[in-house]
């Protein structure tokens, strides 16, 4: 059987594996909750506690800044010890809210269950942002600004991410198997709030259970779940939509130019769970794995957990660390300690040790074009990371620089090991530099 | 015969008188000055004037744009040599050298991860601020040494930029190129510097680095004049660089360099010998 695709992309192996049988498991709250107050696109939430302060579970401790922010809330009831700078996914340190949990893990009163037909899409949005929910595929963007496309852009189709293209992670797979029903709960909600009828949900078929139960809810609803072909990066939100509706988002557009909204399978739960019970983003499934821990797991985290706790819970380390990733091995973000708390983005922790890696000395481009055939935006990366390198600007973006989304295929099918996205990165970042300046 | 003579000969004298006309009705008046302006430039084509090129500040400072003194690589014989020319007044500055305020190489001053991308100091700072653990010192991957066009600056093999005080003629371009402004313009004649700039508390900078200011105040202690803490780092007082010299022996963590007498360790510099890094008394 054929299954629908994109252009280019590669088949790295995808030791899923290790915990894609494994049910989701409750991890522990920790003695000490490290709750950034920037775990999203767009300005960072304000906090309003300060230390000494006591907090329950779901009350809000940063308020939003701008349209473009969400707020952000307390994962448990405790003591916020301080708000100071602590280190941040990011590499730096960013301002955090401190809590040391009291045990008793106690909701915030006045937190309503509601239903569905008894909200109008501006409440159910408003309930959306409250509860600070993001796009949990690890983007983060805030998803009551994707439900608000502007009126001259109207939205026909909402497509549903459960593709899950990344190596190892196996996170919204046992949510779609685990949780269906919040799943199309969160469907129902994002139909009424868009006006939508035709929705997908798109999976890759080397989740078949995931499929078949998608395809059981399903029923009459109308929600159609297609099968994708096996490869990465299949889940990009571009590379989805074509593979799907055969529409192109156009260069520096976004999916709602071509009538379109992608939203991953997590953030319907969150959105399901912000609207239906009232219950904001404080935790997420996170998938903890790779050779470097002992037993990779699926766990349900509470967001600020140092991610140390999270290997403790799956059995501790299997050897030093010489690798910590956030994320997907192809996208994630390189950590510096296990110090660093999990956020509404972290989507899977891997770790490798050392003779896990396999690290090359960069040699000189042979010109043998695998990355122009598996660049999934048809770029040419050796050429614009060549004009990168040399800092001629101008022809890096004629190049097209700005399309390139950053999905790590060139640098991984590189045979002579040149950091390509890399390079394209820093000819985005002089890009973006020059535009800023005017 | 004779036919073709006449015809082409008379086309040539066609054409002659033409070209002469031309040259007289469009001619391009250039000032002669920018000429002689251009004549006088280093003819580095380095940028350091701010202008793309010397035959552009050739231009700009013939029409009265811009300033005779700028060309900071020509030093003072070529900024007087322009003054003369566009008969305006020298403005004299000191001669100034770029100096790299870090002496931290990687067996002295410790990274937080392993960089193992492309090696260019810009593209490691924007990876969680640079692998080094000090948010000030020197990321050694020389991008300020393949900037420099004239040659000055060297790469120690432990990671370290080293800026040959001779090659140098200060045209700032390092200075811009830094990631993390470890390079600063100073005079010439200033030879003693407190090779730091890390802001963080002694105590931090203890952890991470061996050769890094800890603001102990011993040198400001020894000469109170020449040296101020600023935000815990000292700082010299270069009216008093004489008297500074006494406090670079007392400093305990040997961050306080003469330049007269060497360069930072690993450099293959040699001491200068020749005015003015020598002190005048």
Known sequence: MKFKTFSGGLHPPDNKQWSAHKAIEDCPIPPQLVIPLSQHIGLPAEACVKAGDRVKKGQTIGRAKGFVSVPVHASTSGEVISVEPRPHPSGRNLLAVVIVP???????????????????PDQMRERIRDAGVVGMGGATFPAHVKLSPPAEKPIDTLILNGVECEPYLTA?????????QAVFDGIAVMRKILGVSKVFIGIEANKPDAIAMMEKFSGDTGVEVVALAVKFPQGAEKQLIKAITGREVPSGGLPMDVGLVVQNVGTAVAIHNAVMLGRPLIERICTVTGPGVFEPKNLRVRVGTPLKHLVEHCGGLSGDPAKIIMGGPMMGMTQLSLEVPATRGTSGLLLFRESDLSLHPEGPCIRCGRCVRVCPARLLPTTIA??????????????GAMDCIECGCCTYTCPAAIPLVQLIRSGKAAILARRRKG | MIEAVVSIGGIGMLAAVALGFASKKFAVEVDPRELAVLEVLSGANCGACGYPGCSAYARAVASGEASASL???????????????MGVEAEMTAPQVAVVFCQGDNRKAKNKYRYLGIADCASAQRLADGPKTCPGGCLGLGTCMRICPFGAIEMTPEGLAVINREKCTGCRKCVQACPRSVIRMEPLDATIHVLCNSHDKGAAVRKYCSVGCVACHICQKTVPEAYRIDNSLAVVNHEYNEE???????????????????????????PPTKAPFRRSA
């Open chain 1, 172 to 180: 919204d797979h046992r949510l779609m198997l685990e949780q269906p």
């Open chain 1, 102 to 120: 009291d045990g008793t893990d106690e909701w915030l009163d006045g937190v309503e269950p509601a239903r569905c037909e008894d909200l109008s």
């Open chain 1, 386 to 399: 060549a004009y990168a390198r040399l800092e001629r600007i101008d022809e890096a973006e004629s190049y």
């Open chain 2, 244 to 270: 500074a010299l006494a406090a670079v022996a007392k400093c305990p963590t040997k961050c306080i360099c003469d330049f007269a007498e060497g360069y930072p360790e690993g450099s293959t510099f040699h």
């Open chain 2, 71 to 85: 060309c900071t690589p020509g030093g003072t014989e070529t900024i007087e040599k322009v003054a003369h020319i």
